[in-house]
């Protein structure tokens, strides 16, 4: 009898280490002879809840905001390096590699950027600015950033439209994107580059990208790899989507990277809107599991495609911090990653480590 006891607490036990924690697991050993596996890491993240997860868990590391315009380079001539330096240095403290994020988008970008005095700036005001951002963020950080998201989302997502109309492309015409990557080459020849979107699954923006990318390569412009996103849902892409766009990508001979990865349970949106009434979705077991079966179907795509594939990087550890509690609906829960609420892996964490 009282050896039953014993077992019985034994096993009460070890069933609440294997449900607390993440035992002997390790994401991005799992995946060390495939690629790196990363998070998106915010300032604050470094001394929460989250760092000892992204410390055990992943082996590189990109700043979620720090790095952005807006941020580190908020007035004319003053960069502001306290934050996206603190990032670095925890990273080259604990042996993880550095994602550069993100030199040059119209988003997350100060206004001046764009003006002169009053008036707009000109083209020629607007390519300096350029060249001196780039080329005293990435001189900084060279050797330590081993690859630059260096241009995000150009493409349009309109079928009729080639590129977004925004105020680089009014300004400067296309020419700031190759000027970009030749810029941030100049300042780090070491560094790998890459052009970075968002909707690389859909047919109609991929060959649009892909254009993109063979016009920049065939004029020797120095990049080395396309990013996608991924910011995905458990309703796409599908299998054959996801393949259909991998097969594109390698094709062209360019190095591939999983940039911002998380699985939505809300259907793609890009425009922000208002929560309407009981929106909000419970985590429920169902949903549960049709993630998990995304996210297994997503890394078997990943692994087949290892050779091309150089990277794989999360936008973030824990549902709870995740930037889609408030994209596109401020205030809507969404369950996105790997770790739920309270910290705990979830399902998903273990099977993509299931083969
Ligand atoms: C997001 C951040 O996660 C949020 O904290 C911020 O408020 C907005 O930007 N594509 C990108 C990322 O390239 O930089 C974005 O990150 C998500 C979409």
Wanted: include cysteine; glycine fraction near 6%.
């Amino acid at each position: 009898m009282r050896n039953i006891l014993i077992y019985c607490i034994l096993c009460i036990i070890s069933f609440g280490c294997t449900t607390n924690n993440t035992n002997n697991k390790v994401l991005w050993k799992k995946y060390e002879t495939y690629f790196p596996i990363g998070t998106a890491v915010s300032f604050p993240m470094l001394t929460n809840e989250c760092e000892p997860i992204i410390n055990k868990q992943f082996n590189s590391i990109t700043c979620e905001n720090e790095m952005k315009p807006e941020h580190i380079h908020p007035e004319e001539g003053w960069y502001n390096w306290s934050d996206a330096d603190s990032i670095v240095n925890y990273a080259l403290k604990n042996g993880k590699l550095i994602r550069g994020h993100v030199l040059v988008w119209h988003q997350q970008t100060a206004d001046w950027f764009f003006k002169d005095g009053d008036k707009k700036a000109s083209k020629d005001l607007l390519l300096k600015r350029l060249k001196d951002h780039i080329q005293t963020i990435v001189s900084r950080y060279k050797g330590k950033i081993y690859a630059w998201d260096v241009v995000n989302e150009v493409i349009d997502d309109d079928s009729a439209i080639f590129y977004k109309n925004t105020t680089w492309f009014d300004i400067c015409g296309e020419e700031f994107i190759s000027k970009a990557f030749q810029y941030a080459h100049e300042a780090d020849p070491g560094a790998k580059l890459y052009y970075n979107d968002y909707n690389t699954e859909n047919p109609v923006k991929y060959k649009k990208i892909c254009t993109l990318l063979k016009e920049l390569k065939s004029a020797g412009v120095p990049i080395d790899g396309i990013g996608l996103q991924a910011h995905w849902s458990i309703y796409s892409p599908t299998k054959l989507e996801l393949d259909n766009a991998l097969q594109s990508y390698a094709a062209l001979g360019l190095d591939i990277q999983i940039t911002e990865l998380d699985i939505s349970l809300y259907k793609g949106e890009e425009k922000r809107r208002k929560k309407l009434p009981g929106e909000t979705c419970q985590f429920t077991t169902q949903l549960d599991s049709i993630q998990t079966a995304q996210y297994n179907m997503v890394f078997e795509a990943f692994r087949k495609y290892r050779q091309n594939i150089k990277g794989v990087t999360f936008w973030g550890v824990s549902d709870k911090y995740s930037w889609l509690n408030d994209f596109p609906v401020e205030g809507r829960d969404n369950y996105p990653l790997l770790f739920n609420r309270e910290m705990k892996p979830k399902k998903a964490f273990y099977k993509i480590q299931d083969f």
